[in-house]
């Protein structure tokens, strides 16, 4: 224990050491370098979140496939080069394809890993072709659909609910935080202007259609499945309306839902651990007799509603003065959406915390190890 608090602490003061310096000299690469920072600091962290029996073989390959994913990652991240893009984007998928295929050899497993293959596989040949028409503008909006499967927008968003639910909570930490950035991350570096109004309303229904899925679902890991579908969509909007700060805004987003979506499946991988269960019904006020998961509880509901001081807020705030700024007709509709996406985190804490007492398990304490993994991420929340 008192190793990974030495070097969750050391770590922390090298990472942002070279991120500051990154900034003062490589200022035009510094979207390159933010995601690839990002990358160490919640790679570190699910390392440390792996809770298998250390004598099954499938775990050892586990954290091989999970250290090639970083790396990977890292290659992604930095590469300037279409065709090397092109194979670690695939490479990836592939990866994350593996990590939830041997977590277990049930049926279901099995189809959720197929189904998200399927998904992946619907651009693979059309993002192979854009690299030989470069300048076609058909072939562009082929490549932006390659992203949009990755981020996932409505219709090709099946995937990713049934990759999280089949998944260990780790593994949905990786997917929402890391590779649901990919997507964000390739429509950024492609050129994209006010001229694609269809993908704008695409996302904006998709939000709505989302928000208002998201309030009737009962298993927490769907939920959250959802709520990392709306932000990205979110981010999405963002990009397309072109504002003056936009690549800032983008950035903000990417880190602070990043570090949110992972701390949601860190707090659905503890209470999995007590109770056995997803469901919000089973789970019904688990946390009433401890004080510090109803706080872990509350103030990660907090942050995914976007309140300050979190780094959400700021994300959240700036969005939606630039969808203002891009269309005034959009003021009712985005009202509904904040209102749709507090209610739901509202309803969980309700079911958590503040409902009729369940007695089926007995509370156990928090451990030692979570909490401080726990506390690392509200740390990065607050000083990113």
């Known amino acids: 224990m008192s190793f990974m608090i030495l070097y969750i602490y050391n ?22 370098f933010m995601m690839m920072y990002l990358t160490f600091f919640l790679m570190k962290m699910i390392f440390f979140s792996m809770k298998e029996k250390m004598n099954n073989y499938f ?22 080069n279409m065709m090397q893009f092109y194979v670690v984007f695939e490479l990836i998928s592939l990866m994350i394809f593996s990590l ?14 197929i189904y998200m293959f399927m998904f992946m596989g619907m651009s693979t040949f059309p993002m192979l072709i854009m690299l030989f028409f470069l300048n076609e503008k058909i072939m562009m909006y082929i490549f932006l659909i390659g992203f949009m499967i990755k981020i996932p927008m409505m219709f090709f968003h099946l995937w990713l609910p049934k990759a999280h639910v089949e998944a260990n909570f780790y593994d949905s930490m990786i997917l929402a935080s890391l590779l649901l950035k990919l ?68 950035i903000i987003m990417m880190i602070s839902h990043a570090l949110s979506s992972s701390l ?15 469901s919000m019904m089973i789970n019904k006020n ?78 156990n304490q928090v451990k030692t190890s979570n909490l401080i993994l726990y506390m690392e991420h509200l740390m990065l929340m607050f000083l990113m």
């Open 11 to 32: 770590s922390n003061l090298v990472i942002m050491f070279f991120l500051t310096w990154t900034y003062f000299i490589n200022y035009e690469n510094y979207l390159n």
């Open 183 to 250: 997507g964000g991350y390739g429509l950024m570096i492609i050129y994209m202007n006010k001229k694609m109004n269809f993908f704008y309303f695409w996302s904006l229904i998709t939000i709505l259609f989302m928000s208002m899925n998201m309030l009737m679902m009962m298993d927490l890991k769907m939920v959250f499945a959802y709520s990392s579908i709306i932000h990205m969509n979110g981010m999405v909007l963002m990009l397309i309306s072109n504002s003056l700060f936009t690549e800032k805004m983008f």
């Open 286 to 363: 688990f946390m009433l007799n401890s004080n510090m998961l109803f706080m872990i509880i509350f103030i990660t509901m907090f942050a995914n509603m976007s309140m300050p001081p979190m780094m959400t807020f700021f994300s959240e705030m700036l969005m939606y003065f630039s969808l203002m700024n891009f269309s005034k007709k959009m003021f009712i509709m985005l009202m509904m959406i904040m209102f749709m996406s507090i209610m739901f985190n509202l309803i969980i804490l309700k079911n958590f915390s503040m409902s009729k007492l369940n007695k089926f398990f007995k509370m």
């Open 59 to 80: 775990f050892f390959l586990k954290k091989k496939v999970t250290l090639m994913l970083m790396i990977m990652l890292l290659v992604f991240f930095y590469t300037k």
């Open 264 to 278: 949601m499946f860190f707090m659905m991988g503890m209470t999995y651990e007590m109770t056995l269960s997803r």
């Open 100 to 113: 939830i295929f041997f977590s277990s050899f049930s049926n279901q497993r099995l189809k959720a890993s």
